[in-house]
């Protein structure tokens, strides 16, 4: 398991999905990093639990870095984002919010958008 230490901040990325509480946790993560995928989910639902492995290895073999955030620990945050629907994935470049996309997505259509930003 890689553990984050300062020298990884910047344009490094994580390979493992980093669990973000809150919006100023958000705004670091999408400040520190090029390109970030957030996945907003909940344990509950469905769709969420099949989308899971596809934004594991999205954040294992792109140059995104992923972030979760639990919908339901996190509901001011899911509402500032306009997150109406489990899961939505909002995409994240030079600190900007550049795609939304709502509902599971294979991972090839996910892979091709991250590398639209990634550079």
Known sequence: MATDTASDAGTATTSEPLHVNGQSQ????????DVVL??????????CQMLEP???TLAAETD???????????QQLAQSYGVRGVPTLVLFADGEQVEEVVGVQGEEQLRSLIERYAE
């Open 26 to 33: 958000l705004d670091d993560v999408v400040a520190e990093h």
């Open 64 to 74: 995104a870095t992923v972030a979760k955030v639990d919908v339901d620990a996190n």
């Open 38 to 47: 957030t996945d907003f989910y909940a344990d509950w639902c469905g769709p």
């Open 54 to 56: 596809v934004v594991e």
